[in-house]
């Protein structure tokens, strides 16, 4: 007789999380019915007498979503699983693994157009870097705004995940119709693939803006307006 077949993943396929709840979806048909689950942390085939196994109703299709937790250390957690039928068979061994990382992105900077202290141009060129050695930076953002975003704030930039980001991207400063020096900020945020959000990274710049208008309504007076003089010398 033929074992169970099985399948075991994580629910809505994460591959990192930083909540130590997590849901598991177990899944098997068996031919003559499928009456046992066990979910472990260890990969050691249990024995059938386990006292670990969860009895349920023989059925030739089986799934089942179940809650188990991960962490408090930031690290890979694997999840095992089997099923047994009716006559005792036990399936092959399933496992599913999910990265708990509760730890936000490091060494995070930003700089416009390598550190100068001025430009007369809006647009710049923003040098990110930011590491993660549990889950990966997996995107930035980028604003004038100091506010933290969101995780589902739509302006994300999303990157290949990676334990080191190093990068340089463009960006517009926003305009200004005065004339004058005036500070620019730039704000950056980085996200892991677990959701953790970093602390703002910031850089300033001058903007220069130069008077390029001519002056309006010129005028001149002469002797306060008078019409004529008896003198050389005017005012």
Not at 119 to 134: E, G, H, I, W, Y
Not at 222 to 227: L, Q, R
Request: hydrophobic share 30%.
């Amino acid at each position: 007789l033929e074992a169970p077949l099985i399948s075991l993943g994580i629910e809505n396929n994460s591959t990192a999380t930083n909540q130590t709840a997590v849901s598991l979806i177990l899944s098997g048909s068996d031919a003559i019915g499928v009456t046992g689950y066990l979910i472990s942390s260890d990969s050691a085939a249990p024995s059938l007498t386990s006292s670990d196994w969860v009895s349920v109703s023989s059925q030739s299709q089986f799934s089942k979503t179940l809650s188990s937790t991960v962490g408090p250390t930031d690290q890979t957690y694997t999840f095992y699983g089997w099923l047994r039928d009716t006559s005792g068979n036990l399936s092959e061994r399933a496992s599913s693994s999910i990265i708990y990382d509760n730890t936000t992105p490091a060494d995070t900077a930003v700089k416009i157009n390598s550190g100068d202290s001025s430009t007369s141009n809006t647009a710049v060129t923003l040098d990110l870097s930011a590491s993660d050695q549990t889950s990966g930076v997996s995107a930035y953002l980028v604003s004038e705004s100091s506010s933290k975003p969101s995780t589902t704030e739509s302006n994300w930039v999303s990157v290949t995940t990676t334990s080191t980001l190093s990068t340089s991207v463009s960006f517009t400063l926003s305009s200004v119709s005065t004339a004058g020096t005036h500070e620019k900020t730039v704000y950056a945020w980085f996200r892991d693939a677990a959701g953790n959000i970093t602390d703002a990274a910031s850089d300033s710049i001058n903007l220069v803006i130069n008077d390029t208008d001519a002056p309006t309504n010129p005028a001149i007076s002469i002797n306060s307006g008078s019409s004529t003089s008896t003198s050389a010398s005017v005012n």
